[in-house]
């Protein structure tokens, strides 16, 4: 069993930016892909994104439209902990934002782990 735990949220001005950690436990942090996700009150759990593995120690990122060019994905395997980098935040970006351990696809079922979630509030 994996266990993800995340920190780094809270409330933020328009145009500001927060990075999110998600650190992983209890399995090898080195085999899963990961991935980001977000869900506002009222909406669907969404994509944000994945940074999956190419090759050894080579990663690809897929992003949203909605937030490519803002957001920048990392990992940091040593640490078995993945990042967010949110850069000129917007209203629109208000949401619970969840990691995951799975295969790195863009569907929030495919995924098996996943964090406990924390609020990110972006004020206008």
């Known amino acids: 069993q994996v266990q993800l735990v995340e920190s780094g949220g809270g409330l933020v001005q328009a145009g500001g930016s927060l990075r999110l950690s998600c650190a992983a436990s209890g399995g090898t942090f080195s085999v899963y892909d990961m991935g980001w996700f977000r869900q506002a009150p009222g909406k669907e759990r969404e994509f944000v994104a994945t940074i999956k593995r190419r090759g050894y120690n080579t990663y690809y990122a897929d992003y949203a439209d909605s937030v490519k060019g803002r957001f920048t994905v990392s990992r940091d395997n040593a640490k078995s902990t993945v990042y967010l980098q949110m850069n000129s935040l917007k209203s629109d970006d208000t949401a619970v934002y969840y990691c995951?351990?799975?295969?790195?696809?863009?569907?929030?079922?495919?995924?098996?782990?996943w964090g406990q979630g924390t609020q990110i509030t972006v004020s206008s």
């Open positions: 995951a351990a799975g295969p790195g696809t863009r569907r929030a079922a495919d995924y098996d782990y």
